[in-house]
């Protein structure tokens, strides 16, 4: 029902940053939550951040909070995470996801990209 597309990861040096992109269809845009998502080998997928329908609200990880941030242009069909002072911890395959609720959190998505991988070295 919802494909979404995930890009911008990469290989980086601890402290450095990386900014992904996840592009969805218009429809998407317009009503559904984003949010972003993250796996690392032998764990759990867990959420990073995210975003309401407008923009209007946005939620983040412990983690990720002070050090991440997640935004949404819905003309441009594009959402995003900036992410900056990067840590080894950060190593994983970053998901775009979609929440039919519009909120966000506590997150309903049930609609995954293939992801990106994105991995910090020390």
């Known amino acids: 029902q919802v494909h979404l597309e995930e890009s911008g990861g990469g290989l980086v040096q601890a402290g450095g940053s990386l900014r992904l992109s996840c592009t969805a269809s218009?429809?998407?845009?317009?009503?559904?939550?984003m949010g972003w998502f993250r796996q690392a080998p032998g764990k759990e997928r867990e959420f990073v951040a995210s975003?309401?329908?407008?923009?209007?609200?946005?939620y983040y990880s412990d983690s990720a909070k002070g050090r991440f941030n997640i935004s949404r242009d819905n003309d441009k069909r594009l959402m995003y995470l900036q992410m900056d002072n990067l840590k080894p911890e950060d190593t994983a395959d970053y998901y775009c996801?979609?929440?039919?609720?519009?909120?966000?959190?506590?997150?309903?998505?049930?609609?995954w990209g293939q992801g990106t991988q994105v991995t910090v070295s020390s």
């Open positions: 996801g979609a929440d039919p609720t519009g909120w966000g959190y506590p997150w309903s998505g049930d609609s």
């Open positions: 218009r429809r998407t845009f317009l009503s559904y939550a």
């Open positions: 975003i309401s329908w407008s923009g209007g609200s946005t």
